[in-house]
């Protein structure tokens, strides 16, 4: 008898082209059943178009699938559904001004017509009870948080009788609790049998959720490994092909004059709550001051009011000694204020229009650009190759739609175009946010030299290493209030993460 058991799904040399670059490039691993499968890679790396394929949202080029040792073509979604194939996408798709329930009766042909909601009910609480992912049925859809917004997709998807299960970055939206939650779902998924392909750029997540790790990079395959018998330096280095420094360097600060001030400053959030309460604080020319604190604290609303996104109930807002409290973005950008918005393909590009018109998105109307009431296009697709080149953004050309690159490649165009227009004060929020190692790396860098050349960063991350690694005063913020200020090397993790839960500085 044979030893070995088939494996679930096999990849025998997928290739998957895309106009200017090859996603996928002869692809071959195996994922063996009841096993969750992480696949690891940079930005670009081809993951979401590979796992686009499995789900049959993409067709290939070549090579093929099997599907527990049978030779499959999976044409649709649908067809993938059929066998037993989810996917929880980067993006949730779920519809959200309807329920849970009417969500999942979306497309679905079986459902008793008479009754539909009050079955597809008993189904769904006996799902949910058995992997423990609670969520309202009944509750819309913009009501949820997001982890439960990613439990209903889930719950979608194994309604539809997913036996294999794909999560495109899952915990990416995810606070630190939440994510604990997902992986004990996760585990209950596969002590039941199934099957889950994870795709995340956290070396710490693979290491703790998956059995196997497969690591693409540049559309192909450098190893399929199992965790327990590799290490996160392994895994960084198979990533991005060099050593990479997880510890930075950095110069002692020099403190120039204050180019931000804010004070008693305090804005409500789109629900009409108290978002940011009576903050006072400043930065100074090559100083980072890092904001923590776990996502919806008021960090989003503190970085809109100071680039003109929201307006200011009270206080002030200084800038380079100019009172800008309530000016307009525009103002704002004129005082030499880059942005890196949170929300990078709402906020950061016009995602159809092409990477030449997006790095110019603020300059267009100054020299050189700008010839009378023409463009010259010759000197925007010159500055638009520089900043590819030194950004390193992967990018077939300067004509590609903005939205067709991944997401850290978007990302560095954004920290490219924003660095590049020579600020005095970089408003930063959470710029390494789903980036690989290598990328990440590359992006705080980046915000250092700034520092070094006088810059002021205002630093807004749920990343605490990141914080501390970087930062030179380090803020946390809690439910809208400053709970303390702290020098970088007075401060220990827990004293920030004590903050970070609610407790003032003073009472530690
Ligand atoms: N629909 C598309 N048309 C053209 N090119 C595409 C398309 N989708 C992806 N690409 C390109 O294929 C390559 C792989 O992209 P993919 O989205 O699979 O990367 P990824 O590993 O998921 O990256 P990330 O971690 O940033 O999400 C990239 O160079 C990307 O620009
Ligand atoms: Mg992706």
């Excluded at 696949?39 to 067709?59: H, I």
């Excluded at 859809?141 to 979608?156: F, M, N, T, V, Y």
């Excluded at 006072?280 to 890092?290: D, K, N, R, W």
């Excluded at 810059?455 to 914080?467: G, P």
Aim: aromatic share 4%; net charge negative; charged share 25%.
């Amino acid at each position: 008898m044979n030893q070995k058991t088939t494996p679930i799904i096999r990849f025998d040399s997928i290739v998957k082209r895309f106009p200017d670059v090859v996603a996928n490039d002869e692809v071959s691993f195996s994922v063996e059943e009841g096993t969750v499968h992480s696949l690891l890679g940079e930005n670009g790396a081809g993951k979401t178009t590979l796992m686009k394929v499995l789900y049959g949202l993409y067709q290939k080029n070549s090579g093929t699938i099997y599907l527990k040792g049978e030779k499959t073509d999976i044409v649709s979604p649908m067809k993938a559904i059929e066998l037993g194939i989810g996917m929880v996408h980067q993006h949730f798709k779920l519809v959200s001004n309807h329920t849970v329930i009417e969500n999942i009766a979306l497309g679905l042909t079986d459902v008793s017509m008479t009754r539909p909601t009050r079955q597809i009910e008993r189904k769904l609480i006996e799902l949910a009870g058995k992997y423990g992912l609670d969520v309202e049925p009944r509750a819309k859809i913009w009501q949820l948080s997001a982890g439960e917004k990613q439990r209903a997709e889930i719950l979608r998807a194994l309604y539809r009788g997913a036996e294999i299960l794909i999560l495109d970055e899952p915990t990416s939206v995810l606070t630190p609790g939440e994510t604990e939650r997902l992986f004990n779902v996760l585990e209950e998924m596969v002590t039941g049998g199934k099957t889950v392909i994870f795709i995340t750029h956290k070396l710490d997540e693979v290491m703790k959720i998956s059995d196997q790790v497969t690591v693409l990079r540049e559309g192909r395959v450098i190893d399929t490994l199992a965790t327990a018998s590799t290490n996160k330096r392994e895994l960084s280095k198979k990533m991005v092909g060099r050593e990479v420094l997880f510890d930075l360097e950095r110069d002692p600060c020099n403190r120039g004059e204050d180019v931000l001030e804010v004070e008693g400053l305090t804005t409500y959030n789109d629900k009409g709550v108290i978002a940011v309460n009576d903050l006072s604080f400043t930065v100074c020319e090559g100083e980072i001051l890092g904001v923590a604190g776990v996502a919806g604290n008021g960090q989003r609303e503190l970085s809109e009011v100071l680039t003109g996104l929201r307006g200011a109930t009270s206080g002030k807002v200084v800038i380079n000694g100019k009172d800008l409290t309530n000016a307009t973005p525009r103002r704002i950008a004129d005082e030499r204020v880059a942005h890196v918005p949170e929300d990078r393909i709402k906020q950061g590009i016009v995602g159809e229009l092409t990477l030449n018109d997006n790095a110019i998105l603020k300059s267009y109307r100054k020299r050189p650009f700008s010839r009378g009431i023409f463009l010259d296009y010759k000197k925007v697709r010159e500055w638009t190759e520089n900043l590819i080149e030194e950004f390193n953004v992967k990018a077939p050309g300067t004509d590609t739609p903005a939205n067709l690159l991944s997401g850290g490649n978007i990302q560095k165009l954004i920290l490219g175009r924003e660095v590049s227009s020579n600020p005095r004060l970089i408003i930063a929020s959470h710029p390494t946010y789903g980036l690989d190692v290598g990328s990440a790396e590359q992006i705080r860098n980046l915000l250092l030299k700034q520092r070094e050349d006088g810059v002021a960063v205002l630093l807004i991350s749920e990343n605490l290493t990141e914080i501390t690694s970087l930062s030179d005063r380090i803020a946390v913020l809690f439910e809208g209030n400053l709970m303390g200020m702290v020098e970088r090397d007075q401060a220990t993790r827990e004293e920030i993460g004590m903050m970070m839960a609610g407790t003032p500085l003073e009472q530690l």
